[in-house]
């Protein structure tokens, strides 16, 4: 499927206004952060470019614009959001121990945690930074404060969301007829209460800062919030459902990392709340195994096909979508943006990747 223009009409720009926020100095910290964007290899030879959809930076500019600001002015803040992203991207690969992100190797497993956590940090504080720089652009001191506030709301949820997700791989039921009580499954309430905070936060943020910049109205920036937890929903539950039955070589990603760590996604947490119980007794099983090979994963992947959990999935995020269309309708926007951000709805719903 086509990807959606929205994905490349503003990634120049946001790329420069980072590059400038990063700077070239020639320090350690730095040159690990350039690596981790994508600027960089560890030699110090270019890069690749950077790999991710930039889709959160583009979001805050897309609600800037169609509120009737100037993209211009938003740039610093939209750089921010995108550092703030990747800081959480760098500390996700630490505690899940992913060795590699977009093909190239992740930072911890070339300099080592304890570095990668200071590259993360660093990412953070430049995020900081960035933002400040809208007082350059003209943008008036209230609405800087007021958007910062958001965003910095939105890191707590982000981290909130990550101690949950971290919290919910060690709750593994007890298999039928084992003994012990192992810990109650997560439920679907739970999960979506999960994935609000840890995808759907910054992405609500993302168009809540746009808008308080674009018009300054915080209605309006509510609305928008809402709208980017519901996307962040149909993302996140899309992503779960390609972290199981993707193609591995189109997204990237492998399709038993998610199943070997014991990741509570949705089709998990549907086939062990919801499930018929044969189903819901084979996956619990595999979930308590100390170690899940190759052909465990096979049984938890039939498991979970037993109990229809990736049409439900699907169900759920096509939910998500609707809801999103309908709050999309109640705001202020202008007709190229409305249309832009239907695009990227139907684009969330169905990427391959």
């Known amino acids: 499927m086509n990807v959606p223009a929205l994905f490349t009409r503003y990634r120049e720009a946001v790329t420069a206004e980072m590059r400038d926020v990063v700077g070239g100095e020639d320090a350690l910290l730095y040159r690990i952060i350039r690596y981790h964007l994508g600027w960089e290899e560890p030699d110090g030879r270019p890069g690749p470019g950077a790999a991710g959809k930039m889709l959160r930076p583009a979001l805050c500019l897309l609600a800037c614009e169609g509120t009737g600001g100037r993209v211009d002015q938003c740039l610093p803040a939209a750089a921010a959001i995108e550092l703030i992203h990747n800081f959480s991207l760098i500390h996700d690969d630490i505690q899940d121990e992913d060795r590699e992100r977009h093909g190239r190797p992740t930072v911890w497993t070339i300099w080592g945690v304890p570095q990668g956590i200071n590259a993360g940090d660093g990412l953070w504080a430049l995020a900081g930074r960035s933002f400040l720089r809208l007082a350059r652009r003209g943008v008036p001191p209230e609405r800087i404060v007021r958007a910062y506030a958001v965003l910095n709301e939105a890191c707590l949820t982000i981290i909130e969301g990550q101690a949950l997700d971290l919290a919910f791989e060690g709750r593994i039921p ?40 674009g018009c300054g109205d915080e209605a309006v920036a509510r609305r928008c919030h809402r709208l980017g937890q519901l996307l962040g929903r149909v993302f996140q539950i899309q992503d779960d459902i390609l972290g199981i039955w993707g193609d ?85 926007l202008t007709p190229a943006s409305r249309d832009d951000l239907r695009e990227l709805a139907a684009f969330l719903l169905e990427r391959p990747f």
């Open 248 to 332: 591995g070589e189109v997204t990237g990603k492998s399709t038993s990392s998610d199943i070997r760590r014991r990741k509570q996604s949705y089709p998990v947490v549907y086939t062990l709340t919801r499930g018929p119980a044969a189903a819901r007794a084979e996956l619990a099983a595999v979930y308590a195994l100390p170690h899940i090979d190759d052909a465990a994963v096979a049984r938890a992947v039939h498991a979970m096909e037993a109990a229809g959990a990736r049409d439900q999935a699907t169900a759920l995020a096509r939910q998500a979508h609707d809801e999103a269309l309908a709050m999309l309708d109640t705001l202020p």
């Open 174 to 213: 007890t298999p039928v007829g084992a003994e012990g009580t192992g810990a109650p499954p997560v439920d679907v309430p739970a999960y979506l209460d999960m994935i609000e905070r840890k995808t759907g936060a910054l992405i609500g943020a993302a168009l809540a800062v746009g808008a308080l910049i």
